[in-house]
């Protein structure tokens, strides 16, 4: 099954458009919204709700943000590779007292990571608060390529389904061309295709932040 991508590239034009037909004091981005037709998709149902990662083609502005738990090599690795903050070991418990600190650093962050050797604190303190956001952190061990893994991850968005039959994603930014945007919905409709969902779709909506949604002929 191929793609309309006259229609998909037409719409991300149109949303581009009358998303800046307005100055605004910052810059916005681009996101779909995916609805799934209510009779064909069953959410009530926990395993017909959609929950994964995504990496996509192309970076996106400003990319994920990344923390990191852990110490010593694994906190060197992880500075190097460009994560936003990272957190030591012995931080972590009182970060698990402190609701409010815990709460802001699970929203602030699109994406965890943590050494092998800090998951169990992690899980032990910060295990409600991130799990709840779908937030859990990989372990990773010292020596692991933390470069190529951060790197990953500034691509990477989180498609959620919650109690209706649809999600939002980002995939886009106002810095980036079109074709690029366009790179990007197309791996979200792949990856819906992967999941035996893409003839369940009622349509497939583009919009800047700020903008009205556009319907993407797809």
Known sequence: MSYNMTGIEAA?????????????????SFDIAVNFRK???????????????LVLPNVLFPPAKVCAFGDGEFADNAKAAGVEQVVGKEAIPRLGEEKKERKSLAKGYDFFIAATDAMPLVGRYLGQTLGSRGKMPRPFP???????IVSQYKRTVRIRMRNTPTFHV?????????????????????FIKSKELYDRIGNVMVKTTMGPMVEASI
């Open 142 to 148: 010292p020596q692991a390529d933390l470069a190529a």
């Open 12 to 28: 991300v034009a149109e949303a581009r458009a009358k998303g800046t037909e307005k100055s605004r004091k910052f810059e916005q």
């Open 39 to 53: 009779k064909e998709l069953d959410v009530s149902k926990p395993e017909n709700r959609l929950n994964q990662e």
């Open 170 to 190: 980002k995939v886009g930014h106002v810095r980036m061309g079109d074709k690029e945007i366009v790179g990007n919905i197309v791996a979200v409709l792949d």
